[in-house]
């Protein structure tokens, strides 16, 4: 199984500012994928990261407020831009094990806007 | 909006007994995937089942699936109070690449 890691694993950010989350995968994949989960809700997918081309966004979710790169096989960040208490969340990555189909998850990093 | 609803939505039991939790979707699947996640920490997998697959076993964990009822259990045998946890399913459309949607989950509470 993938081992992901992801930084920061918390943090604690003002109103308008911005905070990226790297996600770091100690094998290469081709899809990376990023959630959102709510304080007390389950996970919702924001996009899917594929290396080379532009990420794909689910309904809800832009690209002005949650740009993501993918420089390289193992590696993606997010970008959760102009912050606001509702982006406060839990916001993982995950890779697909093409082999087997399982989807592994990073420890996730947990956001709280003031 | 969620693809897979779960039930119930918490559940409390005593050590030994055991746990069955639902889950049910709404169009087809490639897999269905069931995660336990510990206090709002990253999710641990626990299981995989294919659309053509009926039931699987791991060690102490049952998952069947249903295709014709859309909907899944997950039985967990001798429950610990180590499973105190919440868990989810999750499904993978047919179709498309991997991507996720995930149940409401549930909060599952074993006491010693």
């Known amino acids: 199984s993938a081992v992901i890691s992801q930084k920061p694993s918390r943090d604690i950010c003002q109103r308008g500012t911005s905070l990226t989350i790297q996600c770091q995968v100690d094998s290469q994949v081709t899809m990376m994928f990023w959630y959102r989960q709510q304080p007390g809700q389950s996970l919702t997918l924001i996009a899917t990261a594929n290396q080379g081309s532009e990420a794909t966004y689910e309904s809800g979710f832009v690209i002005d407020k949650f740009p993501i790169s993918r420089p390289n096989l193992t590696f993606s960040t997010l970008t959760v831009s102009n912050m606001s208490p509702e982006d406060s969340s839990i916001y993982l990555c995950?890779?697909?094990?093409?082999?087997?189909?399982?989807?592994?998850f990073g420890p996730g990093t947990r956001l709280t806007v003031l | 909006s969620q693809q897979g609803e779960e039930d119930p939505q918490a559940l409390s039991i005593q050590e030994g007994e055991n746990a069955t939790m639902n889950c049910s979707y709404k169009?087809?699947?490639?897999?269905l995937q069931w995660y336990r996640q510990n206090s709002g920490r990253g999710l641990v997998h626990l299981i995989l089942?294919?659309?053509?697959?009926r039931e699987k076993h791991s060690g102490r964990l049952r998952v069947t699936l249903d295709t014709s009822k859309k909907s899944s259990s997950l039985l967990i045998t001798a429950s610990r109070a180590a499973d105190t946890a919440s868990y989810f399913c999750?499904?993978?459309?047919?179709?498309?690449?991997?991507?996720?949607?995930f149940g409401a989950g549930t909060r599952l509470a074993v006491h010693p």
């Open positions: 089942i294919r659309s053509n697959e």
């Open positions: 999750a499904t993978a459309l047919s179709g498309g690449y991997n991507k996720l949607i």
């Open positions: 169009t087809s699947i490639n897999n």
């Open positions: 995950s890779v697909d094990d093409y082999l087997t189909d399982t989807q592994y």
